[in-house]
């Protein structure tokens, strides 16, 4: 009997089970414990520089009610990004890194490849030109080793433009338009949550590769991979990569 098929683990936003999530601190580790893939969401501060972050607010990172394209970058760099409510003061000197701090270390490990996500709260605020101009132009050292993702389309068009080497997309639904989307657009990656993976894979067949959102269960990573997912990303990178299902790969 052959053994189980094993998809590839992405460290989603780095190692968030055990370090603030979308710091550099974060990515860090989740290489240092084996991860080859990482993921990192960018928005733009109000200055237009590209940060680190998820969420459009900073409450849930920072603990400070505000938008991060509220604040220009000299003011989100001395915020302790720590994420308090979940480690309370144990990352205290945790900062929200600049993509261009990301991009610099990323080039220093070619073997590791980047999903750099687009937001799209940023992209409604400044428009698809600012952000996907700003975000390409400060990927350009790590280029090769990044692939540019958003559930936007169409500034994964216009980054294919500028010089993405691959893109992917995060469909929002299966219905008759995001199908032509899906053929016209033609990503090198599709993203689907995990409770709507078989829907959204028999929905959308293609050349592309899948990519499964967010799982932190070994055994759940392996039926997912036999359902035809080829990428698992997961919150619990360093867990994920010692449980007895993946250490022998």
């Not at 302790?80 to 409510?85: H, K």
């Not at 980054?159 to 893109?167: D, E, P, Q, S």
Request: proline share 6%.
């Amino acid at each position: 009997m052959s053994p189980p098929r094993l998809p590839i683990l992405v460290a989603h936003r780095g190692w968030p089970a055990r370090y603030p999530e979308n710091t550099l601190e974060s990515l860090q580790a989740a290489v240092l414990a084996g991860a080859r893939f990482i993921e990192f969401d960018i928005q733009l501060s109000r200055d237009r520089v590209p940060v680190l972050c998820h969420d459009a607010s900073l409450k849930r990172t920072t603990g400070l009610d505000r938008l991060v394209m509220d604040l220009d970058i000299q003011e989100l760099i001395t915020l302790n990004a720590g994420e308090r409510q979940r480690f309370g003061e144990r990352y205290a000197a945790v900062r929200l890194p600049q993509l261009a701090e990301v991009a610099a270390w990323l080039k220093r490990i070619p073997q590791v490849r980047a999903f750099v996500e687009i937001k799209r709260q940023s992209l409604r605020h400044f428009g698809r030109e600012i952000v996907v101009r700003q975000i390409m132009s400060v990927l350009q050292p790590a280029l090769d080793q990044c692939i540019v993702i958003s559930f936007d389309h169409a500034c994964l068009s216009m980054a294919r433009r500028l010089g993405a080497h691959a893109i992917g997309w995060a469909p929002g639904n299966t219905d008759q338009e995001m199908r032509e989307t899906a053929g016209s657009l033609q990503p090198d990656y599709l993203f689907a949550e995990e409770k709507r993976f078989a829907e959204i894979y028999a929905a959308l067949p293609g050349d592309w590769q899948w990519i499964v959102y967010a799982v932190q269960d070994p055994q759940r990573a392996l039926q997912l991979a036999a359902q035809g997912a080829e990428f698992v990303e997961t919150n619990a990178i360093g867990e994920m990569l010692m449980a007895p299902e993946f250490a022998q790969s």
